[in-house]
């Protein structure tokens, strides 16, 4: 199984590599941060449907083509920039939940170990892009001495 390559999945990888475990408070502070970013596309939708309402019924003195023009454009972004916004961000959500049994030290390298072990001591459950990054690591290792 192949990780993605998301910016979770990055930070995951760079904290593997600098032998470090993520803490529970920079997981807390992603978390808060995607879910303020779905909030904020959930704004972009009501406020650019409120735009399209506007331009739609209310009687303006400017050209029928320019008001059909906003509106169309406002519908358009009410509806094209939130999903996809709000989908990005509630997969990088489903990254940072928690899973119970964690990932397997035998499908991680040994920087994987390291930063399993250092998890452990911590006292936080593993996340799920944490468990995809460890248990990935040690075949991204072989298939790299391969070459």
Known sequence: MATENTAIHQLVNESINNGTALSAQEIRDL???NNKAVKLYKLVFWIAIAI????????????AGLKMGVA?????????LPIYGIRKHNKYLSYLEETSP????SRASDA????I???RQ??????????DVLETSREATRGA???
């Open 112 to 115: 994987g170990r390291a930063y």
């Open 122 to 131: 911590e006292g936080r459950a593993f996340v799920k892009a944490e468990v």
């Open 72 to 80: 169309g454009l406002s519908l358009a972004c009410a509806f094209i």
């Open 31 to 33: 978390k808060e941060k």
């Open 117 to 119: 072990e250092s998890v």
């Open 52 to 63: 399209f309402n506007v331009f739609l019924w209310v009687p303006m003195p400017i050209a």
């Open 145 to 147: 001495d391969a070459c």
């Open 102 to 105: 964690g990932p397997k030290k």
